[in-house]
């Protein structure tokens, strides 16, 4: 159960949120890095890229995949091909920067382990996705929420839970929300 009562900043930051999430065309070590240096683990990592089953990305996010990936002009050799021929009519090689992809084809609006599903058919829209059916460590865990629903979100729920606790406010800073639909200003 997510704890009840936490402190909530009053205002937002582009630029401190960004400084601790990983680019769409991070390496794998990269990532675990971020994610170790904030007290996340691998499981942590690979189970919080689930949330990817949820939402788009644009087009500059990862057209690198699609026609550069090695910076010799080239495609991602590891994307599934039809798949990259989809990407490539909606990203095109310049241009379309906004265009919107779905980072999860096949239920973008779901909350599910289709994610994972679509990262063992090497279908992960961004780089940073798709690292983790590469690795062996994190290919296990890969196969194991792409079998077992259940198992990703009980994993995802505990390493949210355990990501909230992160330096959490304390004392008079921010305020606790009685209403979380509520802009305060």
Not at 23 to 47: E, M, R, Y
Not at 70 to 79: A, C, E, F, H, K
Not at 120 to 149: H, R
């Amino acid at each position: 159960m997510v704890p009840l009562g936490r402190r909530d900043s009053r205002s937002a930051s582009l630029s401190g949120s960004n400084n601790n999430i990983p680019a769409p065309n991070n390496t794998f070590n990269t990532i675990l890095s971020t994610f170790t240096n904030q007290g996340l683990d691998l499981t942590d990592l690979v189970a919080l890229s689930g949330s990817h089953t949820i939402g788009f990305s644009r087009c500059t996010s990862f057209r690198q995949r699609l026609y550069n990936q090695s910076g010799n002009g080239s495609p991602d050799i590891t994307l599934e091909q039809s798949y990259a021929t989809n990407l490539r009519q909606r990203c095109p090689p310049s241009g379309g920067d906004q265009n919107l992809s779905e980072l999860d084809i096949n239920s973008a609006g779901k909350f599910d382990n289709s994610y994972f599903k679509n990262l063992i058919e090497n279908m992960g829209l961004l780089n940073s996705d798709q690292v983790f059916s590469s690795n062996e460590e994190s290919s296990e865990l890969v196969k194991t929420y792409a079998e077992d629903q259940e198992e990703f979100f009980e994993q995802f729920a505990e390493s949210m839970i355990k990501m909230g606790n992160l330096s959490p406010l304390t004392g008079s800073s921010g305020e606790i929300r009685k209403n979380c639909r509520k802009i305060n200003s």
